[in-house]
């Protein structure tokens, strides 16, 4: 997903004041955004009844999955943690970060990780340096994570007063939270800053598990981790090719929605957003290419028919902030002219997961490939 550009940590008040508003404008399209899927189903990490997804390999797709009527909401169940063995941190840790700069993380007793889909959080948890972690962002509710206090605040919100009551060593952040006025507080109080790729995609789950772990000094256990994670997403999108139709023109026209009806927000997602990725991966035809649809863009009636997609892609809390389908029908009404719209065709997944990518990769992908083709295959647990 684009992000902000984050200036140099020492920039000029103007640029400061840029990337303020540009994190307000991300916030907005993102705020309200938890990793192998529990086939017998359980609870998600706010006490709802998780979807009991089964394996690629035990569905049989619909004849006809053009002709499914009706949303399908997938729930994933709280990830069961697979944690490397015994990780040992050797410091001083010195890496250049996303932004380029050097930082020398000393010592890794009290760790934050922190970003919009709770990503670096998973990644420190599943590098076996959990029981350092001391604090969490709103989007990190995993169960091993949701006793940790709260170092954000309406949302996503970056709070300094939080954070420095914690007293971490070292703070691993991107450029998907603020604001960046805090991270440069945290800097002048003497705590190493991380900055870490913020975008998300297959193609850089190693590298970006790779940038977590060398700054926590355990680079070994970022090797075998980042292995471990792509490989799994390697083997699930092979395995959606057995379940998606082999000729592009059979595959399930796909766009991403992203909506927040209260505040009047409205976008599809397009090429390099990261929901292009996904949809590619799990099977279906990304029409954003097609109509040359780039980034994040407001939607319009005029795109939806012009893109005539046979599902939408969304978040859960985003189609209900609309009152579901009904409500999108009635914000967008040439929907009904598309494909989508006339069988009522929607995906939605959870806002904290479905762009997250890194540990939570092929869950979500199979998951996503199930319910576009196999979607009699789902249940609630």
């Given at each position: 997903?684009?992000?902000?550009?984050?200036?140099?940590?020492?920039?000029?008040?103007?640029a400061?004041?840029?990337?303020?508003?540009?994190?307000?404008?991300?916030?907005?399209?993102?705020?309200?955004?938890?990793?192998?899927?529990?086939?017998?189903?359980?609870?998600?990490?706010?006490?709802?009844?998780?979807?009991?997804?089964?394996?690629?390999?035990?569905?049989?797709?619909?004849?006809?999955?053009?002709?499914?009527?009706?949303?399908?909401?997938?729930?994933?169940?709280?990830?069961?943690?697979?944690?490397?063995?015994?990780?040992?941190?050797?410091?001083?840790?010195?890496?250049t970060d996303?932004?380029?700069?050097?930082?020398?993380?000393?010592?890794?007793?009290?760790?934050?990780?922190?970003?919009?889909?709770?990503?670096?959080?998973?990644?420190?948890?599943?590098?076996?340096?959990?029981?350092?972690?001391?604090?969490?962002?709103?989007?990190?509710?995993?169960?091993?994570?949701?006793?940790?206090?709260?170092?954000?605040?309406?949302?996503?919100?970056?709070?300094?007063?939080?954070?420095?009551?914690?007293?971490?060593?070292?703070?691993?952040?991107?450029?998907?939270l603020?604001?960046?006025?805090?991270?440069?507080?945290?800097?002048d109080?003497?705590?190493?800053?991380?900055?870490?790729?913020?975008?998300?995609?297959?193609?850089?789950?190693?590298?970006?598990?790779?940038?977590?772990?060398?700054?926590?000094?355990?680079?070994?256990?970022?090797?075998?981790?980042?292995?471990?994670?792509?490989?799994?997403?390697?083997?699930?999108?092979?395995?959606?090719?057995?379940?998606?139709?082999?000729?592009?023109?059979?595959?399930?026209?796909?766009?991403?929605?992203?909506?927040?009806?209260?505040?009047?927000?409205?976008?599809?997602?397009?090429?390099?957003s990261?929901?292009?990725?996904?949809?590619?991966?799990?099977?279906?035809y990304?029409?954003?290419?097609?109509?040359?649809?780039?980034?994040?863009?407001?939607?319009?009636?005029?795109?939806?028919?012009?893109?005539?997609?046979?599902?939408?892609?969304?978040?859960?809390?985003?189609?209900?902030?609309?009152?579901?389908?009904?409500?999108?029908?009635?914000?967008?009404?040439a929907?009904?002219?598309?494909?989508?719209?006339?069988?009522r065709?929607?995906?939605?997944?959870?806002?904290?997961?479905?762009?997250?990518?890194?540990?939570?990769?092929?869950?979500?992908?199979?998951?996503?490939?199930?319910?576009?083709?196999?979607?009699?295959?789902?249940?609630?647990?």
């Open positions: 997903m684009p992000h902000p550009v984050v200036p140099h940590r020492r920039t000029t008040a103007a400061r004041a840029a990337l303020a508003v540009a994190a307000l404008v991300l916030t907005a399209l993102v705020a309200a955004c938890s990793p192998a899927v529990d086939a017998a189903g359980g609870e998600t990490g706010d006490g709802r009844s998780a979807t009991a997804v089964p394996a690629l390999a035990d569905v049989a797709p619909l004849a006809d999955p053009r002709g499914w009527d009706g949303p399908v909401s997938v729930r994933l169940p709280d990830p069961a943690l697979d944690p490397v063995d015994d990780p040992r941190p050797s410091l001083p840790a010195r890496v996303a932004q380029g700069d050097e930082v020398v993380v000393t010592d890794v007793s009290r760790i934050l990780a922190l970003d919009i889909y709770g990503t670096l959080a998973h990644t420190v948890f599943e590098l076996g340096l959990g029981d350092r972690v001391v604090g969490r962002d709103v989007s990190a509710q995993f169960p091993e994570a949701a006793d940790l206090p709260l170092v954000t605040q309406g949302g996503h919100e970056l709070s300094a007063e939080a954070i420095l009551a914690l007293d971490p060593t070292v703070v691993l952040t991107d450029s998907s603020g604001p960046y006025d805090v991270l440069l507080q945290l800097e109080a003497g705590i190493p800053v991380v900055f870490t790729d913020s975008r998300r995609g297959i193609d850089n789950i190693a590298s970006l598990t790779q940038e977590v772990a060398d700054a926590l000094g355990v680079p070994a256990a970022g090797r075998e981790l980042g292995a471990r994670l792509e490989q799994e997403a390697r083997a699930t999108v092979d395995e959606v090719a057995d379940v998606a139709p082999q000729d592009l023109a059979g595959r399930l026209r796909t766009v991403f929605l992203y909506v927040r009806g209260q505040a009047g927000v409205y976008y599809m997602f397009g090429e390099g990261g929901a292009d990725e996904l949809i590619t991966a799990a099977g279906g990304d029409v954003a290419e097609e109509i040359g649809w780039d980034g994040m863009q407001p939607v319009t009636d005029e795109a939806l028919v012009e893109a005539a997609p046979d599902v939408l892609l969304m978040m859960d809390e985003g189609l209900e902030s609309v009152g579901g389908v009904d409500g999108l029908l009635e914000r967008f009404p929907l009904a002219n598309t494909p989508a719209g006339e069988h065709r929607v995906v939605s997944m959870d806002d904290d997961v479905v762009l997250s990518f890194g540990p939570r990769t092929a869950d979500v992908v199979g998951a996503l490939a199930v319910a576009l083709y196999a979607p009699d295959a789902l249940s609630a647990g």
